[in-house]
């Protein structure tokens, strides 16, 4: 019986205490730390961090259509808001209504460029791959 007992307890998944959770996060948040800082770290995470604060990209070209289209979206954006603002609830509808095929064109833009994309990857294509794909530093 006393066997039957302890294979029951066995078997019977024990309800972690919060002292075993608060050892289980520190164990974790222990080797979180050990892999991502230190001469064994994973990759140099101070860097990484550095690099996301000074930026790794420096945005879009000014003259580049993708600006033209995010300063247009702010335009837009403005005016909207403006005019509900002003109280002028069909402007702002149509303001909206130019917002959303702006962004049914971005996103066809998008699609096409994947298509390509995906299409020279198939054919392990990496010139044109290259091309099709947005640089990054």
């Not at 019977?12 to 164990?27: C, G, N, V």
């Not at 289209?69 to 303001?95: C, I, P, W």
């Not at 962004?103 to 998008?110: A, E, N, T």
């Not at 298509?115 to 054919?123: I, L, P, R, V």
Request: hydrophobic residues 35%; charged residues 25%.
């Amino acid at each position: 019986q006393q066997q039957q007992q302890q294979q029951q307890q066995q078997q019977t998944p024990q309800k972690e205490t919060p002292l075993d959770a608060a050892l289980r996060k520190a164990r974790a948040k222990s080797e979180i730390s050990r892999l991502t800082s230190g001469p064994d770290a994973l990759f140099d995470r101070d860097a990484a961090l550095q690099k996301l604060i000074n930026g790794i990209s420096p945005g879009l070209p000014p003259d580049s259509a993708e600006a033209a289209t995010e300063r247009r979206y702010g335009q837009l954006e403005s005016s909207m808001a403006r005019s509900v603002a002003a109280g002028d609830f069909a402007a702002a509808a149509k303001t909206r209504d130019e917002i959303d095929k702006l962004h049914i064109d971005d996103c066809g833009f998008v699609l096409q460029a994947n298509s390509a994309f995906y299409d020279s990857f198939s054919k392990k294509d990496f010139g044109t791959m290259e091309g099709v794909w947005l640089k990054c530093e």
